[in-house]
């Protein structure tokens, strides 16, 4: 049973250019969020989607940046026009389960976007 | 102020000894969970506690939990090498959101 997988892992992009994170849950789940860290920080929180819906993006900048969970395929962090300070790694996490949050998210690997 | 936060921000012990992190946060919560981060990797998931429980044991690992005082602790006894990383504790707020805080370092020396 494979976990979350990120993809990819790292990532280059020149100033102004688009950056796309692709996320794909552990099977069977279908609640996704989005973190992203800076160095020597914790996670912080950006967007909690489930299939085709966002549920909460209370975590993700006004402009620049947008998710999405399709009915089908992966999850997709976008980032346009990218600058230095998007410069961080950014996890995705799944759950199987909704309400209450006595739950346990499972962690991908991140991608590590660079901003030069 | 930052819901979740750890001290001691890094802490660097002998292999054998035992290590205590510790976690406070501000508001209401129904869990704690701890997560470890090896360098340069995802999070691992180590332990949930709930709010209705004191103590939780895993392997090595012992969490506790103190509502009343808003915090929980991280006990890793019999440290080995491999236990090297950051050890961050999170609380679920809203939509399932977790909330982190700035994470341990920590380092065992052989």
């Known amino acids: 049973n494979a976990g979350v997988m990120q993809n990819p892992r790292h990532l280059v992009r020149r100033r102004g250019q688009e950056a796309r994170l692709r996320c794909s849950p552990m099977?069977?789940?279908?609640?996704v969020y989005w973190y992203r860290q800076l160095p020597e920080e914790g996670l912080k929180f950006m967007v909690y989607?489930?299939?085709?819906?966002?549920?909460?993006e209370s975590g993700m900048p006004k402009e620049r940046f947008s998710a999405e969970f399709p009915k089908e395929g992966p999850s997709i962090l976008r980032i346009q026009q990218v600058v230095r300070g998007d410069s961080a790694a950014y996890f995705c996490?799944?759950?199987?389960?909704?309400?209450?949050?006595?739950?346990?998210?499972?962690f991908g690997p991140g991608t590590r976007l660079t901003v030069t | 102020s930052q819901q979740g936060e750890e001290d001691p921000q890094a802490l660097s012990i002998q292999e054998g000894e035992n290590a205590t992190m510790n976690c406070s946060y501000k508001t209401s919560i129904n869990n704690l969970q701890w997560y470890r981060q090896n360098s340069g990797r995802g999070l691992v998931h180590l332990i949930l506690?709930?709010?209705?429980?004191r103590e939780k044991h895993s392997g090595r690992l012992r969490v506790t939990l103190d509502t009343s005082k808003k915090s929980s602790s991280l006990l890793i006894t019999a440290s080995r090498a491999a236990d090297t990383a950051s050890y961050f504790c999170a609380t679920p707020r809203g939509a399932q959101k977790l909330v982190f805080g700035q994470g341990t370092r920590l380092t065992i020396n052989p």
């Open positions: 996490a799944s759950s199987g389960v909704a309400g209450g949050g006595s739950y346990e998210q499972y």
């Open positions: 989607l489930q299939k085709e819906n966002i549920i909460d």
């Open positions: 099977k069977g789940h279908s609640h």
């Open positions: 506690i709930r709010s209705n429980e």
